[in-house]
């Protein structure tokens, strides 16, 4: 019996490979977009734009009063924890998108068939959602301080206190990313993800003024302090209060030390120790 051979055209790729590092790269690129809905459907640009331009009126806001009366009444410290209801909307609302659909539609495999091991794919995931909580936070604090410097306010400009503010931004970027996409990526449901997330903030932010007065009619003003480490904002405000000597957000100050800090490194750790567990489950599927 003769053999015959054919020749269907293939070819050994004999291109440039860019190696893991812009596979990572790529990845977090593609989340960052998914993240403001960029190209996507022009419904899903519609809550991360309107949330992204309502962080901005307060900074805009403050500049004209800073213009009409050369007084600043709105600290760079306490932005975040004045909108943290806008960024919560943004936290739960855009978390879901980017860890859903892998799972919902069990592509995780698919990404591990490639040089994308779960930590990297985590890792992307991550910094991602980092970046586009912190742009929300940073770009109005740029804005009032350029608008500050512009105005020519009486005295020095508040470059310390602008510069911590923007620490602070990011740390607290990261701790809300971690948390919100470990306790997204619990369900595939994008409905189910953003009820979740929206549920846990809610729970600590309504539960802290109840444990803080309840202590405080206790007389244990020492002890109602503690109660403001619950919630995630004045959490990160606490370790700004302590890293920076900022004025404090809440009624009656934080704990002083480190603790703060500890406790936020531990949320994150938490939040890297689901994200790592839910992801092997998944990609072994």
Do not use: C
């Not at 890293?243 to 406790?263: D, I, K, M, Q, R």
């Amino acid at each position: 019996m003769s053999t015959e051979i054919y020749d269907i055209g293939y070819r050994r790729y004999d291109g440039p490979r860019l190696g893991s590092g812009h596979t990572n790269r790529a990845l977090i690129v593609h989340s960052l977009r998914g993240v403001f809905g960029l190209g996507r459907a022009a419904r899903s640009k519609i809550v991360p734009v309107a949330l992204a331009v309502i962080m901005l009126l307060p900074a805009v806001v403050t500049i004209a009063m800073m213009a009409l009366l050369k007084e600043r009444d709105l600290a760079y410290s306490a932005y975040a924890v004045i909108m943290q209801p806008v960024i919560a909307i943004f936290m739960a609302a855009q978390a879901p998108t980017l860890v859903g659909p892998d799972l919902r539609y069990r592509v995780l495999p698919l990404y591990m068939s490639r040089p994308v091991s779960v930590l990297s794919y985590i890792g992307a995931k991550v910094v991602a959602m980092t970046v586009a909580l912190f742009l929300i936070v940073a770009v109005p604090l740029v804005l009032m301080f350029a608008g500050e410097l512009l105005v020519d306010m009486p005295g020095p400009p508040a470059t310390g206190e602008f510069l911590g503010a923007l620490t602070t931004a990011l740390v607290l970027a990261v701790l809300l990313a971690t948390v919100s996409l470990a306790i997204a990526s619990l369900t595939p449901r994008r409905g189910l993800g953003v009820a979740s997330v929206s549920a846990v903030y809610l729970l600590s932010l309504a539960a802290v003024p109840v444990i803080y007065g309840t202590l405080q009619s206790m007389n244990e003003s020492a002890l109602a302090k503690w109660a403001w480490l619950l919630n995630p904002f004045w959490l990160v405000d606490a370790v700004q209060v302590w890293l920076f000597n900022s004025t404090p957000s809440s009624e009656g100050g934080y704990p002083a030390g480190p603790v703060p800090a500890l406790l936020t490194l531990a949320f994150i750790a938490i939040g890297l120790g689901v994200l790592a567990l839910r992801y092997r489950k998944a990609a072994a599927q």
